[in-house]
C-alpha cells in the first residue's frame, strides 16, 4: 500500500468502517506505539548516561537508579501526545474522537475501577500459577536490598507511564476512532493486530512453542481493554485495565515468583473471561 493510500485512509475513519480501513490504523498505531516506546531510549545517546544505567546499582544508587527511570518512562506519553496531534491535524478531527467523550471526574472514577479489577485478576492468575509450580527455576527480577516504595512507585511508572497510557492512546484511542459503526469488528481487528504486535515481545520465552503461548497475556489484555473502551466510552478505561494487569504482577515478582508460559496462559485465560463477563454484564451494543 502506497503512502497515499495510508493516508487517505487515515484522513476518513468515519467513513464505512472496512476491515482493510481497521487493519491500517492499526497498524499505523502499532508504529506509533513502538516509537513512543523506544523514545526514552533517545537519553542513552548521552554517554554518560547510557554509561552509568548500564550498571546495575545497588543500594542508594540503585534506588536513583529506578527513579530516574521512572522519570525517563515520561517521555513515552509526551512522544504520544506530540504524534496524535499531527494525526488530527491531518484528520482534521478533535480529541475526543481518540480519546472518547467522557472526561474529568467521571473519566478517573472509570480509571480508577478498571485499573483494580484488572489488578485483582492478575494477581488471582499469577497466585494459581504459583500454586501450581510449573514455572519454577524461571528468572525473575532482582530486587534485592531496594526500598519496597522504590520498588512500588517504578512498578506503577512502567506499568501507566511507560506502557498504559501510550500504548492504549494508540490502540484503544487512535485505531478506536469511529468504533461506534462497527465495533465488533473494530474490537476484532485491534485485539488480533495487538496481540501479534508481541511477537516481537520478550517476556522470558526461550523456544517457539513459548513464543506463542506468551500471546495469550497480550490477546486477554487487548480484549478486555477493547471492551472497557467501548462499555465506557473513554479510552480510560482501557489505560485502566493495561496499567491493572502490569500493577497485578508488581506483587509477584517482588515476591520472587517465577513467571512462565503456565503464568501468561492463566493470566491470559482469565483476562479473557473477565473481558467477556463485563460485556455480557455491560451490553454495550444496546445504548451503542
Not at 525473575?140 to 506503577?156: A, H, K, Q
Not at 462497527?182 to 488480533?192: E, S
Not at 473502551?229 to 504482577?249: D, N, P
Not at 515476591?255 to 479473557?272: D, K, N, T
Request: charged residues 10%.
Amino acid at each position: 500500500m502506497s503512502t497515499h493510500e495510508m493516508t487517505d485512509h487515515v484522513r476518513q475513519p468515519m467513513g464505512r468502517a472496512t476491515t482493510g480501513r481497521i487493519v491500517v490504523r492499526s497498524l499505523i498505531a502499532s508504529a506509533g506505539m513502538m516509537a513512543c516506546a523506544f523514545a526514552p531510549g533517545l537519553l542513552h545517546l548521552i554517554p554518560a548516561y547510557a554509561q552509568w544505567m548500564s550498571v546495575e546499582h545497588t543500594g542508594a544508587e540503585g534506588t536513583a537508579q529506578l527513579l530516574v527511570l521512572c522519570v525517563q518512562f515520561v517521555i513515552a506519553p509526551v512522544a504520544a501526545l506530540l504524534l496524535l496531534g499531527i494525526a488530527l491535524r491531518i484528520e482534521k478531527a478533535r480529541w475526543r474522537d481518540y480519546f472518547g467523550r467522557v472526561g474529568g471526574a467521571r473519566a478517573g472514577g472509570v480509571l480508577l475501577a478498571a485499573t483494580a479489577a484488572a489488578a485483582l485478576v492478575t494477581f488471582g492468575g499469577s497466585v494459581i500459577a504459583h500454586l501450581s509450580g510449573t514455572d519454577v527455576g524461571r528468572p525473575v527480577p532482582n530486587t534485592e536490598g531496594l526500598p519496597v516504595i522504590v520498588m512500588i512507585v517504578y512498578g506503577l511508572a512502567r506499568a501507566f507511564v511507560l506502557q498504559g497510557i501510550q500504548e492504549e492512546w494508540w490502540f484503544r484511542g487512535f485505531a478506536f476512532r469511529g468504533y461506534e459503526r462497527r465495533p465488533w469488528l473494530v474490537l476484532g481487528v485491534t485485539t488480533v493486530m495487538f496481540t501479534l504486535l508481541h511477537l516481537a515481545s520478550q517476556g522470558g520465552q526461550t523456544s517457539t512453542l513459548e513464543h506463542v503461548l506468551y500471546l495469550v497475556l497480550p490477546l486477554g489484555m487487548g480484549f478486555w481493554a477493547g471492551v472497557e473502551r467501548w462499555c465506557t466510552g473513554t479510552v480510560w478505561g482501557a489505560v485502566g485495565v493495561h496499567g491493572g494487569i502490569h500493577t497485578g504482577l508488581i506483587a509477584p515478582a517482588m515476591l520472587g515468583w517465577s513467571q512462565g508460559s503456565a503464568a501468561w496462559v492463566i493470566i491470559g485465560v482469565a483476562l479473557c473471561l473477565a473481558g467477556g463477563l463485563r460485556l455480557a454484564v455491560s451490553r454495550p451494543w444496546r445504548t451503542g
